[in-house]
């Protein structure tokens, strides 16, 4: 069973950086492309950033430019490096299979919260 553990959320400030972590256990991610997800209060979850299967990585147009999707195959981490960050990025940030997400296998999640 595959298995994601996320984090390295927190409070910022609006323009800062954070970069978050994702250990996945279960699943090869050099095999298996992963992607970055989150779900804002009260909203629906959406995937954000993600590599494909010939290995490029797709960004949804509110995080492109700002946010790099990236990983380090012998930690099988998947990492997402935020930069510029504005409220609208508040959520509850996720990784999962960045084609077809797992739905048995969401983890915890990390926490992203920026002030004004």
């Known amino acids: 069973q595959v298995q994601f553990v996320e984090s390295g959320g927190g409070l910022v400030q609006r323009g800062e950086a954070l970069t978050l972590s994702c250990v996945v256990s279960?699943?090869?991610?050099?095999?298996?492309?992963m992607g970055w997800y989150r779900q804002p209060p009260g909203e629906r979850r959406e995937k954000i950033a993600a590599f494909t299967t010939t290995d490029r990585s797709i960004y949804a147009a509110a995080v492109g430019g700002r946010f790099t999707i990236s990983r380090v195959n012998a930690y099988n981490t998947v990492y997402l490096r935020m930069t510029n960050l504005e409220p609208k990025d508040t959520a509850v940030y996720y990784c999962n299979y960045g084609t077809v997400p797992n739905e048995d296998s969401w983890g915890q999640g990390t926490l992203v919260t920026v002030s004004s």
């Open positions: 279960g699943a090869d991610i050099s095999r298996n492309p």
